[in-house]
């Protein structure tokens, strides 16, 4: 089984950048597609990135909202996920989980943006 560990999560003010990172233990990380997640209150989960088993260009899928603003990359060496988050908003604000495939969820982590 997959632990997941977020981190870099806080509060901000609009426009400023945030960097979460997941890191994974417990499986072969370079085995899993891995995913960010959002959720904030009153909504139901979405999707905001994801990445290929190798990463690198025309291998990961930003959510509409946050293309152009957001860029999910991996570092199968240090098993870890990131998302950078930049031109942060105040509806960017949400709890974000990171997921390995369909093996395991992080606990989340709250970012809030403020105006």
């Known amino acids: 089984q997959v632990v997941l560990v977020e981190s870099g999560g806080g509060p901000v003010q609009a426009g400023e950048s945030l960097r979460l990172s997941c890191a994974a233990s417990?499986?072969?990380?370079?085995?899993?597609?891995m995913g960010w997640f959002r959720q904030a209150p009153g909504k139901e989960r979405e999707i905001v990135a994801a990445?290929?088993?190798?990463?690198?260009?025309?291998?990961?899928y930003e959510g509409d909202s946050v293309k152009d603003r957001f860029t999910i990359s991996r570092d199968n060496f240090k098993n870890t996920v990131y998302l950078e988050m930049n031109s942060l908003k105040p509806e960017d604000s949400a709890v974000y989980y990171c997921a390995a495939g369909d093996s395991g969820w992080g606990q989340g982590i709250q970012v809030t943006v403020s105006s």
């Open positions: 417990g499986g072969t990380f370079s085995n899993y597609v």
């Open positions: 990445i290929g088993l190798r990463g690198g260009r025309g291998n990961t």
